[in-house]
């Protein structure tokens, strides 16, 4: 049975977008926050995490033109749940396969992105 954390790095391993790591300027001074990024040709991964009890309206800015941000968000009843724990609107099935769900498209506008990472959750944005 996959268990949170196992899902934390579900998320992570699509976050990753077997790209290179790149760095992320960040405004945020709390380290309740957390923004990872990797570029791999012309796809780019950000991973958002938020360990708040309470939502938070993340703001990104692009150094280059994106024409398409879709996000996969890591989900579950509340932040102590240890089922029904969800990526991408899919779960890990018995056998221990995955594939992705339904993602949520996001407007990208002037090289802006405005998104909320809800309570005790991430998300991992795909940008084209």
């Known amino acids: 049975v996959a268990r949170p954390l196992y899902y ?3 998320a992570f391993k699509y976050g990753s977008g077997n790209g ?5 300027v960040a405004d ?3 380290s309740n926050y957390g ?3 990797a570029v791999n ?3 780019t991964t ?18 280059q033109n994106a024409s398409n941000c879709q996000a996969a968000f890591l989900t579950a009843p509340s932040p102590t749940s240890k089922s029904k724990i969800q990526f991408a609107n899919s779960a890990v099935k018995e056998d221990g396969t995955f594939q ?9 506008q002037n090289k802006k ?9 991430a998300a991992v944005l795909f940008v084209e």
């Open 28 to 30: 945020e001074t709390k």
């Open 35 to 37: 923004a990872y990024a």
């Open 20 to 24: 290179q790591t790149v760095p992320i």
């Open 113 to 121: 992105l405005k998104i909320i990472i809800p309570a005790m959750s």
């Open 100 to 108: 992705l769900g339904e993602l949520k498209d996001y407007p990208v």
């Open 8 to 10: 934390a790095m579900l």
């Open 41 to 43: 040709g012309q796809k």
């Open 46 to 63: 950000v991973t958002l995490i938020n360990k708040e009890l309470s939502d938070k309206i993340f703001s990104i800015a692009f150094n």
